[in-house]
């Protein structure tokens, strides 16, 4: 943390400090998470409470004439209880299995933890589908009474899906089939996939081994590892066709034929609460801003190809590093008083939320052995603020992972000083708005700040290729889905899917060379056989983001204000209701586009630069 000085500049962060800070690690402390009891102290009072919330089941009958709003607040209290409680052993063991992955001790109770939760929601499922079911009249008084008044988004979320919910004789065959449906093609397709290997030069290597040559300084290596990647799915395309063509019937014949939802991607944006209309605003306006994209990769280029690269202007290469790259490093030290000072200077607030999690060593700071790679913010309970883990490498990236990490769990604190803990969590589409909008404040800081042309150009790029990968690709992969289920259904082959999906691939590039293989590249689309257009949420968050910061740069001190109330609404209330909170209107066009803006001025800082 910088400490404070009279000097206006003393804030300010420079090549000579951080030329001189020391690295330093730090490792979390997990001891408060569980409180000085056992594992098994824990589970006691959890089934002991799933007992006492059992008997419940006595008073829950049709008419609802049992039952008052002060009697439903004590049962929806103890579901509560009983999920904290539960959920504070799965963290535990859980972080401690991603600080070290050898750990069996961990890893062992993980499996039996995990057996006991499906126990547990088994145990409790009755009394959602008790208030799902429940006479409309009776429902809306409870929802409206004063005493569930914290609890009201949370019990008109559970009744949004009495429409699609059957019987409970149906709903247990739909269980059953779902042991053998979508849920199990889209396992044997991991099974699959991930058990991939490649010969790279003689050595036997994994998939992840191979992707991380696809940003490789050699082009011939990122060249050589899409086209293993790409054959290696071409080759097993049949059968990966035809799992997928299993998980899209068995999506829609139980979404749209049994259950009755309106159309394939209908069914997720119920889930997520937001309105066709929005997604259809979202997906339109993603596919007239193609041209921005199409500029950025055609500079990058051509500024790599100035700087003495010779590869072709192909999509095997579009991550290709930039060549004029700054080489400052920025080690964990810096980058912790980078990161506060930046908090500290957009609003005091955050950084004194951002503080927590160094003073209460919550974070697990750097690479080690056995430790899981990436980054996460894990939240716990709303008494106690989330852990992070991160892989400190001194780059430039490493310091905006760190303030991404951080907006998740400021998110995660603003939400728990005001809504319960069901209701603590942000929604998908709109969950990632504390991180990212914490990178645009840092970008927008270093590009102000650095004097240093090779540093703002790699900003620019990270931020550009960081978008590209989250906005466009994410909503392409949405817009083949939409056609591929459609097209699925009415009996298309592979090779009408492969021409499908090439042809999204020729608008999002423009003239850039497309070689035949990425024609299977959605063969390898994780997500799109795990969970169906779940990918929209990554192009709403970020476009959703880019606008809000474009509203802070016109409003300045007064945009925090409400960016403050929307980040305390946690999970309560539908993504359009909170949005719309903020005077921004996701079904239309021209608030999507707000966004776009900023990656066209992006795009034109990056151009001046060159």
């Not at 396992?187 to 191979?210: A, C, P, R």
């Not at 071409?234 to 019937?249: G, Q």
């Amino acid at each position: 943390m910088s400490k404070k000085n009279k000097n206006k500049n003393a804030n300010k962060v420079s090549s000579k400090q951080i030329s001189q800070a020391k690295p330093a690690g730090e490792v979390w402390d997990l001891e408060p998470i569980l409180k000085g009891k056992s594992m098994d102290e824990w589970l006691k009072q959890v089934n002991s409470n799933v007992e006492k919330f059992k008997k419940y089941r006595s008073i829950l009958n049709d008419s609802g004439d049992k039952i008052t709003a002060g009697k439903l607040l004590e049962i929806i209290k103890l579901e509560e209880e009983i999920g904290m409680s539960l959920g504070r052993v799965e963290v535990y063991y859980a972080l401690k299995f991603h600080a070290n992955t050898k750990d069996s001790d961990a890893l062992a109770k993980m499996g039996k933890l995990k057996q006991i939760a499906t126990g547990v929601g088994n145990d409790l499922l009755f009394f959602n589908l008790w208030f799902m079911h429940l006479d409309d009249k009776i429902a809306s008084k409870l929802i409206e009474s004063k005493e569930l008044a914290a609890y009201k988004y949370f019990l008109q979320d559970i009744r949004k899906a009495k429409k699609y919910t059957k019987t409970e004789e149906i709903e247990k065959i739909i269980h059953i089939k779902d042991i053998t449906g979508r849920h199990a093609y889209a396992e044997l397709y991991n099974i699959i996939t991930n058990n991939y290997t490649f010969d790279w030069f003689g050595k036997t290597i994994s998939k992840e081994q191979v992707l991380a040559f696809y940003r490789d300084p050699n082009p011939q290596f990122r060249e050589k590892a899409y086209n293993m990647m790409l054959t290696r799915y071409r080759e097993n395309s049949t059968t990966l066709n035809e799992i997928y063509k299993n998980i899209v019937m068995d999506w829609c014949n139980e979404g749209i034929n049994i259950r009755g939802y309106t159309s394939s991607i209908n069914i997720r944006n119920i889930s997520y609460d937001v309105s066709d209309k929005a997604v259809d605003a979202l997906l339109n306006t993603v596919r007239k801003n193609s041209k921005f994209f199409v500029e950025y990769f055609k500079i990058k280029y051509e500024l790599n190809k100035k700087a003495g690269q010779k590869y072709p202007y192909s999509r095997y290469h579009i991550y290709a590093p930039l060549a004029v790259s700054s080489t400052k490093k920025y080690n964990y030290t810096e980058s912790k008083e980078l990161v506060l000072d930046t908090y500290k200077k957009f609003d005091e607030r955050f950084y004194l939320k951002a503080k927590k999690f160094f003073d209460e060593k919550h974070i697990h700071s750097h690479p080690a052995p056995s430790k899981r790679g990436g980054a996460f913010c894990q939240s716990v309970t709303k008494e106690l603020t989330p852990y992070l883990l991160l892989n400190h490498t001194d780059n430039i990236r490493d310091v905006y992972t760190m303030i991404h990490e951080l907006g998740h769990g400021i998110h995660d604190l603003f939400a728990a000083e005001k809504q319960v803990d069901v209701l603590r969590h942000a929604s998908t589409p709109i969950c990632e708005t504390a991180s990212i909008f914490s990178e645009m404040v840092l970008a927008d800081r270093m590009l102000k700040e650095s004097k240093d042309v090779n540093e703002k150009k790699d900003i620019l790029a990270q931020l550009l290729e960081n978008q590209y990968a989250t906005i466009h690709r994410q909503a392409y992969f949405v817009i083949f889905e939409k056609i591929a289920h459609e097209k699925i259904m009415a009996g298309a082959t592979k090779e009408e899917l492969d021409e499908e999906f090439y042809g999204l691939l020729k608008e999002q590039f423009g003239d850039m060379i497309i070689p035949e293989e990425y024609k299977s590249e959605w063969n390898y689309m994780p997500h799109i056989h795990e969970t169906p257009f779940y990918c929209y949420a990554y192009a709403w968050g970020n476009l959703f983001v880019l606008a809000l910061f474009d509203m802070y740069r016109k409003e300045g001190k007064k945009f925090i204000e409400k960016y403050i109330d929307l980040l305390s609404s946690g999970g309560n209330g539908s993504p359009i209701e909170l949005m719309r909170k903020l005077g921004a209107d996701p079904e239309s066009e021209e608030f999507w586009q707000r966004g776009f803006n900023i990656i066209k001025e992006e795009v034109e800082e990056l151009k001046k630069l060159k």
